[in-house]
């Protein structure tokens, strides 16, 4: 399965994932997986206080979602309750 944000969308709640424990916008939400398009090609980090932390860039959106996929699941808290 390619790793893009439609396929993640999908597949994150079969994984109970809370909603808000991800954003592919950016908007810097408060404790938040990110998954998004940059300059470079696409960009995986947590936003904590509106720092960046976990910051990894990707040439291709299947190689950055991979990685968020790595860092969601590998987090207990963004698992539904």
Same mark, same amino acid.
């Given at each position: ?9 999908? #597949? ?29 090609? #696409? !960009?995986? @980090? @947590?936003? !904590? ?16 979602? !991979? ?15």
């Amino acid at each position: 399965m390619r790793m893009n944000r439609p396929a993640l969308l999908e #597949w994150l709640p079969t994984q109970g994932i809370r909603r808000d424990a991800y954003d592919f916008s950016g908007d810097f939400g408060s404790e938040t997986y990110v998954l998004r398009e940059c300059p470079k090609g #696409w !960009e995986v @980090y @947590y936003s !904590e206080r509106g720092q960046k932390k976990s910051h990894r860039e990707f040439s291709s959106e299947h190689e950055a979602g !991979e990685f968020f996929r790595t860092l969601i699941l590998n987090d207990a808290s963004t698992r539904q309750a």
